[in-house]
């Protein structure tokens, strides 16, 4: 296994066991440049969702609804809140791989990875939410629905 050039790097730690072999370099490289595409495709969802909210905020101002076309504005300004951190972290994460391969630095690599780490942590706790307000959901129109077939159901007198 070929160990990470430190030379020219800054780099004054120890050997601090885990290096990255010469052959995963080109797999960081393409990972690197996946992982760019899709935090540009992020940020173009999260500037669609900004239209949207800019939008919803114009014709709440113009229309009868307002009201309720200002809570989806709301939620459109939640939503881009919630979506742009792990979409900025997973940029981060491309441009210190590309550093960290260009330089081979060890620390630049775990800086590199730290960042994915974020991404993944905060796209796991946005996904536990996310399921549990689903679950919450359906558990409230399932006890919606049975408040109401009760309203429709004749009384038999038992």
Same mark, same amino acid.
Request: proline share 4%; no cysteine.
């Given at each position: 296994?070929?160990?990470?050039?430190?030379?020219?790097?800054?780099?004054?730690?120890?050997?601090?066991?885990?290096?990255?072999?010469?052959?995963? @370099?080109?797999?960081?490289?393409?990972? $690197? /440049?996946?992982?760019?595409?899709?935090?540009?495709?992020?940020?173009?969802?999260? +500037?669609?969702?900004?239209? =949207?909210?800019?939008?919803?905020? @114009?014709?709440?101002?113009?229309?009868?609804? =307002?009201?309720?076309? +200002? *809570? *989806?504005?709301?939620?459109?300004? %939640?939503?881009?809140? !919630?979506?742009?951190?792990?979409?900025?972290?997973?940029?981060? #994460?491309?441009?210190?791989?590309?550093?960290?391969?260009?330089? $081979?630095?060890? %620390?630049? @690599?775990?800086?590199?990875?730290?960042?994915?780490?974020?991404? #993944? /942590? *905060? +796209?796991?706790?946005?996904?536990? !939410?996310?399921?549990?307000?689903?679950?919450? #959901? @359906?558990?409230?129109?399932?006890?919606?629905?049975?408040?109401?077939?009760?309203?429709?159901?004749?009384?038999? =007198?038992?």
């Amino acid at each position: 296994m070929d160990q990470i050039s430190t030379e020219n790097s800054g780099y004054t730690g120890a050997n601090e066991g885990l290096l990255i072999p010469e052959s995963a @370099i080109p797999y960081l490289n393409s990972t $690197r /440049k996946w992982t760019l595409f899709f935090a540009v495709l992020g940020f173009v969802l999260i +500037a669609l969702m900004g239209l =949207g909210f800019v939008t919803m905020l @114009i014709v709440s101002a113009v229309s009868p609804l =307002g009201g309720i076309m +200002a *809570i *989806i504005a709301v939620f459109y300004a %939640v939503l881009i809140a !919630v979506y742009f951190f792990p979409v900025y972290y997973l940029l981060k #994460f491309s441009e210190e791989a590309k550093k960290a391969i260009a330089s $081979r630095n060890p %620390v630049t @690599i775990a800086k590199s990875f730290r960042y994915l780490n974020l991404h #993944f /942590k *905060i +796209a796991g706790i946005i996904t536990i !939410v996310f399921l549990a307000l689903y679950i919450i #959901f @359906i558990i409230g129109m399932m006890m919606y629905g049975m408040y109401f077939a009760s309203l429709f159901t004749p009384n038999l =007198g038992y």
